[in-house]
């Protein structure tokens, strides 16, 4: 006996139709028009879209950074994602400098084990390739695709905390050519941005609003371009994380234009939120505006949108890493360089996308279901298990009203933050009831599973199988 969703159009990054959704087991067997009901569950669809559930491929729980910790765990951050009609998200093991990956490997899942809702993956962010000129770090990487860690995170940015140099990046590129992961960079020219702090800093420019003014957009788009040449030269992917704003865009677009196979992904605050609007310097309160790449001059976000239409861009993630205002953005009250970086956001990431981008006319609706779940699930190794609704698929399925209206606040949001970056801002569509796996985890609103049923997922290293 199984579950049926009747009644609802399905839609997946390909298409849509109006069709019933079997799931038996933990997997869709069916999609079709008029699945006999047989001894099933039924679920009625009528009036909604029947989408694979939302991957997150950028989030941050339980990261230490910054003299402080990220403040969702695993449980209350995949609980909140969830809620989102998020099903899956990939976050981000730390290798401390001096110690192996596999370290890293092992306490990130031990954080997730027993504590994450919904399925999981992992990146490996690699800050040390070893002794031995790197030969047992790049051993290490081989080992970590053979866990299931399909890609890594490297930093051009943070000197002397996450930053590696460019032999560094270049060998690991190189080593992602023969064993077929995915090098994900943090593109931000690190040692002229940090230059820019320091000065800053010494003329007792103290507030928020100078973390942005110090990292500007040639940073970002020079990295972009150094990182992109150097997985040209190595013969292999690259995939840029967190892309801010229309000069890095370009580099982006620059390259694709000429085959390569570079992808990015941008965030709901770059799409939506800007230097004008939310970091007018005016005063601490913008602390909670405060990650990086920072928020950038507000005519960077048409060309943003124009990128996700357009597929320069191929992916919306949240870079979800909360630091609540009362304590943990004051560690950076009188210097912005000691301010927490980062935001909360894995819960609204869909809402947002939805209303602002399909209502209002600039994505279509399979686009929606592409840069939210299908690009990051075959970008990352996981599809088609996730990213789709098709027979043989995870059943990761959300029923998502596009009528239900929704006031986004940190007085009723899940996340463990004591603000929202979208504080009052109404939105039209969300999830009504998601199934993670066929199970029913989400029910308008509330989470209703057990905790800690989420599954790290082995993901396979694709080299080169991209679209
Ligand atoms: O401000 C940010 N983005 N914090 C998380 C770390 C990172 O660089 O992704
Ligand atoms: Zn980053
Ligand atoms: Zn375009
Ligand atoms: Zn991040």
């Known amino acids: 006996m199984g579950t049926l969703i009747q009644n609802g159009t399905v839609v997946n990054a390909t298409g849509q139709q109006k069709a019933d959704v079997l799931i038996e087991g933990e997997t869709v067997t069916q999609v079709a028009p008029n699945i006999a009901p047989d001894s099933h569950t039924t679920v009625d669809a009528t009036g909604l879209f029947v989408i694979p559930g939302g991957v997150d491929a950028h989030t941050h729980m339980d990261m230490p950074f910054g003299g402080t910790v990220s403040a969702d765990d695993f449980l209350t951050g995949t609980r909140a994602a969830a809620i989102g009609g998020t099903t899956t998200i990939v976050d981000f093991a730390i290798q401390a400098r001096g110690t192996r990956m596999r370290d890293a490997l092992d306490i990130w899942r031990a954080k997730a084990e027993g504590k994450a809702c919904i399925d999981y993956g992992l990146h490996m962010i690699v800050t040390d390739l070893g002794s031995d000129a790197g030969k047992q770090g790049l051993a290490d990487m081989d080992d970590m695709v053979r866990e299931g860690v399909a890609s890594f995170k490297l930093f051009m940015a943070y000197p002397n905390v996450l930053m590696v140099d460019d032999a560094t990046i270049f060998k690991a590129l190189q080593q992602t050519a023969k064993n077929g992961a995915l090098i994900c960079m943090h593109a931000e020219n690190g040692s002229v941005i940090d230059t820019i702090v320091q000065q800053t800093l010494a003329q007792g420019k103290t507030a928020p609003i100078y973390h942005a003014l110090s990292r500007p957009t040639i940073a ?74 920072p928020l950038r001059e507000k005519k960077n976000q048409p060309k943003l949108w124009d990128g996700l239409v357009h597929d320069h861009l191929q992916v919306v993630s949240t870079d979800h890493c909360p630091f609540c205002f009362a304590d943990q953005k004051q560690l950076g009250k009188d210097d912005f360089s000691k301010i927490p970086n980062g935001g909360p956001g894995v819960e609204n990431r869909m809402q947002l996308l939805f209303h602002h981008g399909v209502n ?80 029913l985890i ?15 997922i082995r993901r396979e290293a694709r080299g080169g199988a991209w679209k």
């Open 360 to 439: 209002a006319g600039k994505i279509t609706l399979e686009r929606f279901v592409e840069i939210t779940s299908a690009a990051p699930a075959r970008i990352f190794g996981m599809y088609p298990t996730k990213g789709v609704i098709a027979p043989g698929a995870d059943a990761d399925i959300v029923l998502w009203n596009p009528a239900a209206e929704h006031l986004i606040s940190a007085a009723t949001h899940s996340m463990r933050c004591d603000y929202s970056m979208f504080e009052g801002w109404k939105v039209k569509g969300n999830a009504q009831k998601v199934f993670s796996r066929g199970e």
């Open 220 to 293: 970002e788009a020079e990295a972009v371009n150094r990182c992109i040449a150097m997985a040209e030269i190595a013969g292999t992917p690259i995939y840029i994380v967190h892309l801010s704003s229309e000069d890095a865009l370009n580099q982006v677009r620059e390259a694709r234009d000429r085959g390569l196979p570079a992808f990015a992904e941008t965030c709901p605050q770059y799409l939506l939120l800007s230097i004008e609007d939310q970091m007018p310097g005016k005063s601490f309160e913008e602390a909670k505006y405060v990650f990086t790449p």
């Open 442 to 456: 989400v029910d308008n609103g509330k989470y209703i599973a057990a905790t800690g049923r989420g599954k790290y």
